[in-house]
């Protein structure tokens, strides 16, 4: 008999063999078309912990010989490792894009950040995309080409980037600084919502 009780921990997290189940009846299969198996998820998950640290989404073996997975985690897999139509990278900006608007309405806050408030030079492009000079002066390229030459200009014989131009290097050509900032907000949120009161990475001692 399933319990009340144990509806309501499914609502906040899941062991692996029930995200297998929920995977088997969303259809979901590997990128070859077989359907997930228990390494297939296990794989998964660590691709999820490794680029996602911060967001707590699996717990520790404590008490128990198994991990479980916060529903958050579980629709991770489902929107972005599992999805075939976006690159892993666009799905995963999506994800946090998403999330971050489900926590601002539900929590009643708004965005009121502003991560590209700077013009930049080369030099301060490299160190703020942690990329060498020839992969910024090729990504700045790409910007001019997409009829953007108005955010690059040229200050006492130096190339500057209007902070506009920044966000749009950021947003078209090093996704993975935008998906940090996103990942960042996201988890400034998530301590939001459970200072409210609301369950987020409590195992209730099932760990």
């Not at 691709?47 to 958050?72: A, D, G, Q």
């Not at 985690?73 to 929107?79: A, D, F, H, I």
């Not at 539900?106 to 060498?132: A, G, H, P, S, T």
Request: glycine content about 2%.
């Amino acid at each position: 008999m399933y319990t009340d009780s144990q509806q309501i921990l499914d609502r906040i997290f899941l062991s692996y063999n029930k995200i297998l189940k929920k995977l088997y009846n969303l259809g979901l299969t590997t990128k070859h078309g077989k359907e997930i198996s228990h390494i297939d998820l296990r794989k998964a998950i660590d691709v999820m912990i490794k680029k996602h640290p911060t967001c707590r989404w699996r717990s520790e073996k404590v008490k128990s010989r198994k991990y479980f997975v916060l529903v958050e985690g579980y629709y991770w897999l489902t929107q972005v490792y599992f999805q075939k139509e976006k690159s892993l990278i666009d799905a995963d900006i999506d994800f946090f894009k998403l999330r971050i608007k489900q926590y601002e309405e539900l929590l009643k806050v708004e965005y009121n950040e502003n991560w590209w408030n700077e013009n930049m030079d080369i030099k301060q492009l490299c160190e703020y995309f942690n990329r060498k000079d020839i992969t910024v002066r090729k990504a700045i390229k790409k910007m001019c080409d997409s009829r953007l030459e108005e955010y690059k200009v040229l200050i006492d014989n130096k190339v500057v980037i209007s902070s506009k131009g920044v966000e749009w290097i950021c947003k078209n050509i090093f996704k993975q600084k935008y998906l940090e900032l996103l990942e960042r907000y996201k988890m400034e949120l998530t301590d939001l919502y459970i200072e409210a009161g609301y369950p987020y990475d409590n195992f209730f001692g099932m760990n």
